[in-house]
């Protein structure tokens, strides 16, 4: 018995339509069934739990784990640019501060030299240290301020402290300065609490003082202090120049070495004072006559030629 087929072309619609109505019957059927009873519940759990959970688990999981990923490379990102940001503040606030410590120790600086002038009447200049020069036994340092500021050779400079020293040597913009303990350098003083004169020179030592050896009896005491005399008109009278500190008796010799440290800060000092003393004008220094005395009658014809030449003077004068 051979069975015919239709084909499919020749299908009525009808017969076509039936297993979509079949599907759609079954489907309401169920839905009813599980809105009523309830009793695909259990069934729905098991296929969801064992093939629709592992699957959805399985097919999100690269695209997770790709998130997750990017998500912690896009947070270390941003912790790495932070850090950076937060070292150059850092950075920028450290030397904000180092500035500003800067500023302060030159206002501190400033502050002393302004009262320091409370006691000094001469006109001042302030200036700033640009070079230090240490050759041997010369001891100068170079200053910002020259010819084009008013500065001359022999200007006497002080700072808070004491007796810095004297320019030797005028720029157009900038000076050389002669320390007090350059070996080159005379200062005329005297002990404060005594008024007794004496000479302080630069030594051997670099940054230290010395003076002549005196009498073992002199009036002398460690702490005593050294005050610029104002002779030889190059530094004023009245600045400190220097203490001692130390006083060496030499029995024998029948004197004393003492050791002397000048006040001024000049292993340290930024800043100094410039005094202008042209205003003053000092009389003129006594010549002192040098060499044996001159025999009597040698003086008697020098006299004797000079009242003629002083009586002849007129006469030729006419």
Not at 45 to 57: E, F, I, K, S
Request: aromatic letters at 6%.
């Amino acid at each position: 018995m051979s069975f015919y087929s239709m084909p499919e072309s020749q299908t009525p619609p009808q017969l076509r339509l039936r297993p979509v109505l079949l599907v759609l019957v079954c489907a309401v059927v169920l839905l009813t069934l599980t809105q009523r009873t309830g009793w695909l519940s259990r069934p729905y759990a098991w296929v969801h739990d064992g093939v629709y959970a592992p699957v959805r688990t399985a097919l999100h999981a690269p695209l997770q784990w790709t998130q997750h990923g990017w998500q912690v490379f896009a947070e270390k990102q941003d912790e790495h640019a932070l850090l950076l940001q937060q070292q150059q503040e850092n950075q920028e606030l450290r030397a904000q501060v180092q500035l500003l410590g800067h500023f302060q120790a030159e206002n501190r600086r400033l502050r002393m030299l302004m009262d320091s002038l409370l006691n000094v009447t001469d006109p001042v200049l302030i200036a700033e240290l640009s070079d230090t020069s240490i050759d041997g036994y010369r001891e100068s340092v170079t200053i910002n301020k020259g010819e084009r500021d008013g500065v001359y050779v022999n200007q006497a400079v002080i700072d808070p402290y004491g007796l810095v020293g004297q320019v030797v040597e005028v720029f157009s913009r900038e000076s050389r300065v002669m320390l007090i303990t350059d070996t080159r350098s005379r200062v005329p003083v005297y002990v404060a609490r005594t008024q007794q004169r004496t000479l302080v020179s630069g030594s051997n030592g670099y940054g230290s003082l010395e003076m002549p050896m005196l009498r073992a009896d002199s009036d002398i005491q460690v702490g005593d202090r050294l005050v610029s005399s104002g002779l030889g008109g190059i530094f004023p009278r009245g600045y400190p120049v220097a203490e001692v500190t130390a006083i060496e008796r030499d029995a024998r010799a029948a004197s004393m070495t003492v050791r002397l440290r000048p006040l001024a800060h000049l292993q340290s000092m930024l800043e100094v004072l410039l005094l202008d003393q042209r205003h003053i004008a000092y009389p003129p220094q006594a010549v002192v006559p040098v060499g044996p005395p001159v025999p009597e009658a040698l003086s008697k014809n020098a006299e004797e030629k000079d009242a003629a030449a002083t009586a002849e003077k007129p006469h030729a004068d006419a």
